[in-house]
């Protein structure tokens, strides 16, 4: 197997006595898109700066395209491309004087305009960095991560506080670069960005992987069927919602109910039932298909942004 990274055992502790990463393995084929999730604490930013040359590791071992930071730093360097999570540049550059700059930090390098206009902003090289939007901005982040003909992308949460559309050309410029056959590894907390793009994603929480796959295998491995949120005025007991017709999985968390149903047609008339047995009223209901949120709930009971 062809791997792009290769973590095993990897651990990080900052002091006093703060275990970030704990034990973590990863293997990362190349050509593909991986995503690393998790909520904020889960460990994956250090994760991610540790595999970029950022952080040293306390423990495992880590290659980065067949090599090792301690040895092939320089190597490494010139062929991987990084986008952090903030992106500060010089406000009073135009755009292709930034990506200029960047390029002379490799040997070998895309154009300039070659790289614009692969992300949109063409006509936009001659534009001062502070005059740009917010989209603009971090597709000129992406373009500078690009501009040295990379074999491996990071991406740390590279469409955080965009807009829609904005976001949506990021991920046309990440389809792209994959179908070159490059490799992408992505942190997120849109789970709609994780599963259209990613081929597979590791959940991480407290420094861990705790579930790893494609997303429509996990997805159908930890949840399954309907996903079922409810409101009401006054906790439901657990075993009512397991009495609901279809019903595999169920939590309850005060007055915040969820259950995965298998029929939908039949679960809902039972679960009125169920309701009105007890004399609890039924403020709010939700229904959803699941997806990679339902996952890490379903592992962890916290959402992704907890």
Not at 275 to 290: F, K, S
Request: glycine share 8%.
């Amino acid at each position: 197997m062809d791997l792009a990274i290769d973590v095993e055992g990897l651990h990080k502790t900052w002091p006093p006595e703060v275990h970030a990463v704990r034990g973590l393995d990863l293997a990362v084929q190349s050509g593909e898109c991986f995503g690393l999730l998790g909520p904020n604490g889960a460990g994956k930013t250090t994760t991610i700066e540790i595999l970029e040359g950022l952080v040293t590791p306390s423990a495992g071992r880590v290659r980065v395209l067949g090599r090792d930071w301690a040895h092939d730093a320089d190597a490494i360097r010139q062929r991987i491309g990084i986008t952090l999570q903030h992106t500060y540049l010089s406000e009073r550059l135009t755009v292709a004087e930034i990506l200029a700059m960047f390029q002379s930090f490799y040997h070998s390098a895309r154009a300039v305009d070659e790289v614009l206009a692969q992300v949109s902003l063409h006509e936009k090289r001659d534009s001062w960095f502070d005059r740009l939007s917010g989209g603009q901005k971090q597709r000129v982040a992406v373009a500078c991560a690009l501009v040295g003909d990379p074999e491996l992308l990071f991406l740390d949460e590279p469409t955080t506080g965009l807009d829609p559309q904005s976001r949506r050309q990021l991920w046309d410029v990440i389809a792209d670069f994959k179908a070159r056959g490059r490799t992408v590894l992505l942190t997120t907390h849109y789970m709609d960005e994780a599963e259209r793009l990613c081929d597979r994603v590791a959940i991480v929480d407290h420094g861990q992987v705790i579930a790893l796959g494609r997303p429509r295998d996990l997805i159908a491995e930890h949840v399954g069927g309907i996903v079922l949120n409810l409101t009401t005025d006054q906790p439901v007991a657990i075993e009512r919602l397991q009495a609901v017709a279809t019903a595999s999985r169920t939590r309850v968390d005060g007055c915040q109910a969820h259950l995965t149903v298998e029929n939908l047609a039949a679960a809902v008339p039972s679960l009125l039932t169920e309701l009105g047995q007890a004399g609890i009223v039924l403020q709010e209901m939700q229904t959803h298909q699941p997806t990679l949120e339902d996952v890490f709930v379903t592992l962890t009971g916290r959402h992704l942004r907890d």
